[in-house]
């Protein structure tokens, strides 16, 4: 059951919430209301800004001020929320989907800025909400609603992605380390002052992914992402080989002093007052 | 006082936003507007505003709305394909009725078209563009005067009915220079939006008061609210109830269509005694006016009607011209867009020119001159 401060963080007039039975969507929902309620995030100066899938329904859930965009488009729509109120806490989520294929210029332009934005992406290898078509981050060989015959595609790796855009902290769990997921989301969270976070949390749809991959049960993916997943300390005295199949959890980048961009912009705002 | 400057139509959009109270801008470049975003980026820091070159057009509109959610008057410019790409967008602020300004320099299409190239055939795609039922709100203006006068009513109208509203420049109007009078910024009519009376805990975010506009809070300001592109109740949420659909639906068509004689501006001239006339926007009117004032020295009974708002067209204005006049003429540069709406509403009063110019180049009076004279 979750803690009173969590639930007080609850939109309880709308639940039932509107995920599959033991989607692991739920499972991040609850890690970042502990995130945010340990880290004392008062409701009214917190933004939670999402996309439009099964994971960016998360907002309508939370009591804060909430912001379901359109497809793809929600770090766009919360850079300018973030640009005229620099006080606001904004946690933006977004499925792998919505961030990587239609998102996909928002999420390195984000990254690219460093704006004080912590991004959560809720990575389950399909398109959920739309009934399980290919997504950028669907494994090759495996099957989907427009991949009848095994995907080809190569998949984006979302953490490589984040650093190579110029995000200043950039972190993946998955939904079978929950600690691991608070963990991660308090220190991209507080990273705001510093600029673009990202969190990758591989998370799972039972219903339209595992269903046509022999993980058709809630269990054997919390179980799959269980025995796959290796922490980065570990992962490093590991070879290339050992690490095949595997998923490296932990954190991967946390630079403290790149400049966050609203700040910069009061720089931009003093020189030309000056000028 | 009031200061008379030289002024390009662009820029005198940007200084009009500013004056109305844009302190945001998000946009990304494209001929013919650029100059917009550029002035933008040089003035908005001077006053402590956000100036973001966004990573594309979608993006431009984006950061307005975000930026306009947590209370900022916002603008977004852009011409042509940028146009097109905003939108989805577009409607997603009619949906969360957000207000936001879209200034659109019309530029030869479709696609990318006459990128430096005058057209007005984006008329119909500032009503009926994005996807889904709402009421637009579009000025024309026809001068560097009017480019700023239109861009402080169309901040005004965003925040009175809380959506966005459109700015039809064209390239002509965008890029010629001429004589502007900035008045007295004591004497400008600004309009803000409302905001909640109520305290946070008894706040129903998009509870319409009795103009069908619910007032707005912003994010920050101490109220919690959820904001969704999804047709929603009264609280902002989700709702597959037929009758809820039904008064969302309603309500952001209805808050617009019944103050419509508000909204609507025109101006008239010659009209006393007309037979034939010519209704034209935009650039085009220039050319018309010039034509029928060398007319009338001709003796010809021949008057101009000028659309200022497009949308909500003047429509029982043309209804009563059309009952009194013989003919009207209506000189496009489109295949025929403003020509559907005066042939609907005058329905075979008097008759119907249809006059389109589709190369690239605006109306010359003396072709204007020529239209008329035949009829004449
Ligand atoms: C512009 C646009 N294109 C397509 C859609 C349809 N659509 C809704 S959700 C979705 C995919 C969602 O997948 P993902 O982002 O991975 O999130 P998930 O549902 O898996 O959590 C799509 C394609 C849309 N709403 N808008
Ligand atoms: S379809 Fe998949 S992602 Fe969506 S709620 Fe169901 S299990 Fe979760």
Same mark, same amino acid.
């Given at each position: 059951m979750p803690r009173e401060d969590v639930k007080s963080?609850?939109?309880?007039?709308?639940?039932?919430?509107?995920?599959?039975? =033991?989607?692991?969507?739920g499972i991040i929902m609850h890690a970042v209301l502990r995130a945010v309620t340990e880290l004392k995030i008062p409701q009214e100066k917190l933004c939670i800004s999402s996309g439009i899938g099964c994971s960016s329904r998360m907002p309508g859930y939370i009591d804060a001020c909430t912001l379901h965009t359109a497809h793809g488009r929600s770090l766009a729509f919360a850079t300018g929320v973030k640009m005229a109120n620099p006080e606001l806490t904004i946690v933006n989520v977004m499925g792998d989907g919505d961030a990587t294929a239609i998102g996909g210029n928002h999420f390195i332009h984000a990254c690219r800025r460093n704006i004080g934005i912590a991004a959560v992406i809720m990575n389950n290898n399909i398109y959920g909400m739309t009934g399980g078509q290919a997504s950028p981050t669907t494994p090759e060989d495996t099957f989907a609603t427009t991949a009848l015959? =095994?995907?080809?595609d190569p998949v984006f790796d979302i953490c490589k992605l984040a650093i190579g855009a110029g995000a200043t902290y950039v972190a993946r769990s998955t939904v079978a380390q929950p600690m691991l997921c608070e963990q991660l989301l308090k220190k991209a969270i507080e990273h705001q002052k510093n600029g673009f976070s990202v969190v990758e949390i591989v998370s799972y749809c039972h219903t339209q992914f595992g269903r046509r991959n022999k993980r058709g049960k809630a269990f054997d993916n919390i179980k799959y992402l269980r025995d796959n997943s290796i922490m980065k300390a570990k992962a490093d005295t590991m070879s290339a080989e050992e690490l095949k199949g595997k998923m490296i959890i932990g954190e991967f980048l946390n630079i403290n002093?790149? =400049?966050?961009y609203t700040k910069r912009y009061d720089e931009v705002i003093l020189r030309a007052k000056k000028a | 006082m009031s200061q008379i400057k030289f002024w390009q139509g662009n820029k005198a959009v940007a200084m009009g936003a500013l004056a109305a109270g844009c302190r945001f801008f998000g946009g990304y470049p494209i001929t013919p507007s650029t100059e917009i975003m550029e002035v933008m980026s040089e003035k908005l820091p001077e006053l402590g505003g956000k100036f973001m070159q966004m990573e594309d057009e979608i993006a431009g509109i984006a950061a307005g709305i975000g930026a306009s959610i947590a209370g900022e008057k916002a603008m977004t410019a852009s011409s042509g394909p940028g146009i097109s790409l905003k939108q989805e967008l577009l409607g997603y602020a009619y949906m969360a009725e957000i207000p936001i300004v879209v200034v659109n320099v019309q530029r030869g299409g479709?696609?990318?078209?006459?990128?430096t190239k005058v057209s007005q055939a984006d008329v119909m795609q500032a009503k009926w563009g994005t996807h889904g039922d709402h009421a637009t709100i579009a000025y024309a203006p026809s001068s560097v005067q009017e480019c700023y006068t239109t861009t402080i009513k169309s901040f005004n109208m965003a925040e009175r009915f809380r959506q966005p509203v459109l700015v039809l420049s064209d390239e002509i109007i965008g890029h010629m220079r001429e004589k502007i009078v900035i008045p007295d910024s004591e004497t400008l009519e600004i309009i803000d939006r409302k905001k909640p009376k109520v305290s946070p805990a008894d706040?129903?975010?998009?509870?319409?008061?009795d103009d069908g506009v619910p007032p707005m809070a912003a994010f920050g300001d101490g109220y919690r609210w959820h904001v969704t592109?999804?047709?929603?109740d009264d609280w902002g949420f989700p709702t597959n109830k037929t009758e809820e659909i039904e008064k969302k639906a309603n309500r952001i068509i209805s808050k617009v269509e019944r103050f419509r004689e508000d909204i609507i501006e025109y101006k008239e001239d010659f009209m006393e005694d007309a037979e034939i006339v010519v209704v034209s926007y935009g650039s085009v009117s220039r050319s018309a006016l010039r034509a029928i004032r060398v007319l009338r020295e001709q003796g010809v009974k021949v008057g101009h009607f000028r659309p200022i708002t497009l949308w909500p067209f003047p429509e029982r204005q043309i209804a009563e011209i059309s009952k009194k006049v013989k003919h009207i003429i209506v000189p496009e540069l489109n295949a025929g867009q403003i020509v559907l709406e005066v042939e609907r509403i005058a329905c075979g009063k008097c008759e119907v020119h249809r006059k389109s110019l589709i190369n690239g180049e605006l109306y010359k009076p003396e072709e204007i001159m020529t239209f008329i004279k035949e009829l004449a």
């Open positions: 963080f609850l939109r309880t007039k709308y639940l039932p919430h509107i995920w599959c039975p =033991g989607c692991g969507h015959y =095994g995907a080809i002093n790149a =400049g966050e | 479709p696609s990318t078209g006459l990128p706040f129903i975010p998009y509870k319409a008061d592109g999804l047709t929603s």
